[in-house]
């Protein structure tokens, strides 16, 4: 029987957001709100219909799990971002239950008002069905670490439902020291898919455990894509950090009991292995990061098929690792 391939960092947008987009930035300045609303692959982000389905048909994916584009509500003010969190939620939970077995998904949250945001990912999860939320890695000025934000964290543990930390754009005085100085399109792809926004994902990702966050809701699941966001690779290096905080484990060992790993499109077999090395096959999932990045003619599922790995291997990145962490969401 072939093996079910479940991809974890499908993207898409709405029509609403879309518009409280253009409302916030009528220039869309972010570069990735420009990418997602004015470029070749919008139509495929407004598509959660058979088109989608076709796409992962070419593929070779089975079920992908749904999730609202960077920056998600994130830069909107409080008010919009939670009207929009509860309609953005609804739609997808209609795309879900129109193609049951093909579509699941990760709820959109207002993280600039986190008690609300708590509210409604317990309701996406239990009345709607969906399997967690992904957050972006900053939301109003803020890294997701601060305190601020543990009411979200809370509900997920309480849930146990996984966050899935996407990156997002650096902010601006970090853009403009790092990230600048030669011009389009390079600034912008410097700052994001090519090194900027991995780099700010994978530190959010360590100043969430130094925090205190997992000593705090040691349950909770964090699923980081792009193969660690870079810091999975430097758990040696920062393990100089242990005899500095207060943390009750090493840092390396939050890594094999709460962070989980995909590749978010970076088709990478030489990361497959550091990461099989680093934190172990129960921790590896699958993502294809669509439409961003395009599957096609199998090759998703090539990926795998050809990967120097054993079948058991295979089979939990490809498709028991989530089934488990799905079965243990309290609904």
């Known amino acids: 029987m072939p093996m079910n391939l479940y991809a974890l960092e499908e993207h898409f947008v709405t029509a609403d957001v879309v518009a409280a987009w253009r409302r916030r930035d009528p220039h869309l300045a972010e570069p990735m709100m420009k990418w997602a609303v004015d470029s070749d692959i919008t139509p495929a982000l407004l598509d959660m219909?058979?088109?989608?389905?076709?796409?992962?048909?070419?593929?070779?994916?089975?079920?992908?799990?749904?999730?609202?584009?960077?920056?998600?509500?994130?830069?909107?003010?409080a008010a919009e971002a939670v009207a929009l969190q509860v309609s953005t939620n609804d739609a997808l939970a209609d795309a879900v239950r129109r193609y049951p077995g093909r579509f699941q998904g990760f709820a959109a949250l207002a993280t600039s008002a986190p008690s609300a945001a708590a509210d409604e990912l317990r309701r996406a999860v239990t009345e709607l069905g969906l399997n967690g939320t992904l957050v972006n890695a900053n939301?109003?000025?803020?890294?997701?670490?601060?305190?601020?934000?543990?009411?979200?964290?809370?509900?997920?543990?309480?849930?146990?439902?996984?966050?899935?930390?996407?990156?997002?754009?650096?902010?601006?005085?970090?853009?403009?020291a790092y990230y600048r100085g030669f011009g389009?399109?390079?600034?912008?792809?410097?700052?994001?898919?090519?090194?900027?926004?991995?780099y700010d994902a994978?530190?959010?990702?360590?100043?969430?455990?130094?925090?205190?966050?997992?000593?705090r809701f040691p349950a909770l699941q964090v699923i980081l894509g792009h193969w660690g966001e870079v810091v999975l690779f430097y758990l040696d290096r920062i393990a100089a950090m242990d005899p500095l905080t207060a943390?009750?484990?090493?840092?390396?060992?939050?890594?094999?009991?709460?962070?989980?790993?995909?590749?978010?499109?970076?088709?990478?077999?030489?990361?497959?292995?550091?990461?099989?090395?680093?934190?172990g096959a129960d921790r590896i999932m699958y993502a294809s990061d669509h439409p961003f990045n395009r599957e096609r003619a199998?090759?998703?599922?090539?990926?795998?098929?050809?990967?120097?790995?054993?079948?058991?291997?295979?089979?939990?990145?490809?498709?028991?690792?989530?089934?488990?962490?799905?079965?243990?969401?309290?609904?």
């Open 202 to 215: 994978g530190l959010t990702l360590l100043r969430m455990i130094v925090a205190g966050v997992f000593d």
């Open 49 to 77: 219909g058979a088109e989608r389905v076709a796409a992962m048909d070419d593929a070779g994916i089975d079920t992908a799990v749904l999730s609202l584009t960077t920056p998600g509500l994130q830069n909107l003010d």
């Open 139 to 176: 939301s109003g000025g803020r890294a997701l670490d601060a305190p601020y934000f543990w009411d979200i964290y809370e509900a997920a543990e309480d849930l146990r439902a996984p966050v899935y930390l996407h990156p997002s754009v650096p902010f601006p005085a970090v853009t403009a």
């Open 247 to 279: 943390l009750r484990r090493p840092i390396a060992e939050y890594f094999r009991s709460n962070i989980r790993i995909t590749p978010g499109g970076i088709s990478s077999h030489t990361y497959l292995r550091w990461s099989l090395e680093t934190v």
């Open 298 to 331: 199998g090759s998703a599922r090539r990926f795998l098929d050809e990967a120097p790995i054993d079948g058991a291997t295979r089979e939990r990145i490809a498709f028991r690792n989530w089934e488990e962490l799905v079965a243990g969401i309290r609904r």
């Open 184 to 198: 389009e399109p390079v600034d912008s792809m410097l700052a994001t898919g090519a090194f900027g926004w991995h």
